[in-house]
């Protein structure tokens, strides 16, 4: 490698930016599925008691949702509750630090028993004196997964098109180098040397690289991760897209394995092929 001049670092440095966009297209799906995670555990209609309903308006509301057609399940939430879950959802904003008072409603929480059938229910709730306001997030949740088929798949597609071209450039590497030692590769066959042992070398060549390109995408990905998680909770703390310890070293284990072995089986196809077409 130290002998190969700029090509074993233009195969490393390769490897490093392919296995790099595969470890954001993977933080960014395990994120978006946390976001869809999120949306569709809030599917849920929320119905907003008016401040000025007494207790009278509110059992009778609770009555009402009870015999709508769809409803599977409802919960009364208060609006102690509601503002104690809040702060404890949001914590990094620390809310009690920027509002006195409590802003929130009371509220009922209502489970519909299919999606398809939100728009109707909340519509019949939102008809309900004492109501103030019915809010669900649907269609937000069908746009963003939407968004979320489609990234995964054009995601596919770059990462096989990396893959191939990252192999390509390893193939051509460790090839320049065979053909640069064609008289001594002969020699060695020559004499008795079996393939695999002359290949031995080469295949380290290329897991060597893997292993570096693997370190250097590892130490970049932690820190552009870290540095957008930090924006994004500074201007979006809505979203939850901060990944749990396990989901991100799950991405650096991946990150790792898919840089060796791309090392690993590019450095091995490229001797393969040179020794037959050489020796």
């Known amino acids: 490698m130290s002998r190969g ?3 074993p670092i233009i195969a490393t440095t390769t490897i490093a ?9 993977l933080l960014l799906s395990f994120n978006l599925n946390n976001v869809m995670k999120s949306l569709h555990s809030k599917l849920d209609i929320i119905a907003y008691v008016d401040a000025a309903a007494d207790k009278v308006t509110v059992d009778t509301i609770n009555i009402q949702i009870s015999k709508v057609a769809g409803v599977k399940k409802f919960d009364f939430i208060s609006k102690e509750e509601a503002w104690q879950q809040m702060r404890e959802s949001y914590n990094n904003l620390k809310l009690e630090e920027i509002v006195d008072n409590n802003p929130l409603p009371d509220a009922f929480k209502i489970e519909v028993t299919s999606l398809n059938e939100i728009k109707s229910v909340a519509d019949m709730i939102r008809s309900f004196e004492g109501v103030e306001e019915v809010r669900y997030g ?9 968004f979320t088929r489609y990234l995964s798949f054009a ?4 990462i096989a098109l990396l893959v191939i071209a990252t192999i390509m450039i390893i193939f051509n590497t460790i090839r320049l180098t065979v053909l640069a030692r ?5 020699i060695m066959s020559l ?19 893997g292993m570096i390109a693997s370190f250097v995408a590892i130490v970049c990905l932690k820190l552009f991760y ?5 924006n994004i909770e500074k201007n979006l703390p809505f979203l939850p897209l901060n990944l749990s310890g396990g989901e991100i070293n799950m991405v650096f284990v991946i990150v790792f394995i898919t840089g060796i072995l791309l090392g690993v089986f590019g450095g091995y196809f490229s001797v393969t092929n040179s020794l037959k077409a050489e020796i």
């Open 138 to 146: 649907g269609d937000i949740a069908e746009r963003i997964e939407l």
């Open 182 to 186: 064609e008289n001594e590769l002969n």
């Open 155 to 158: 995601g596919i597609i770059l």
């Open 5 to 7: 001049g700029m090509m």
């Open 191 to 209: 004499v008795g040397a079996t393939k695999s042992f002359i290949k031995k070398p080469f295949v380290l060549e290329g897991l060597y690289m």
């Open 226 to 230: 870290n540095v957008a998680v930090m």
């Open 17 to 25: 930016v392919s296995i790099f966009v595969l470890g954001i297209f």
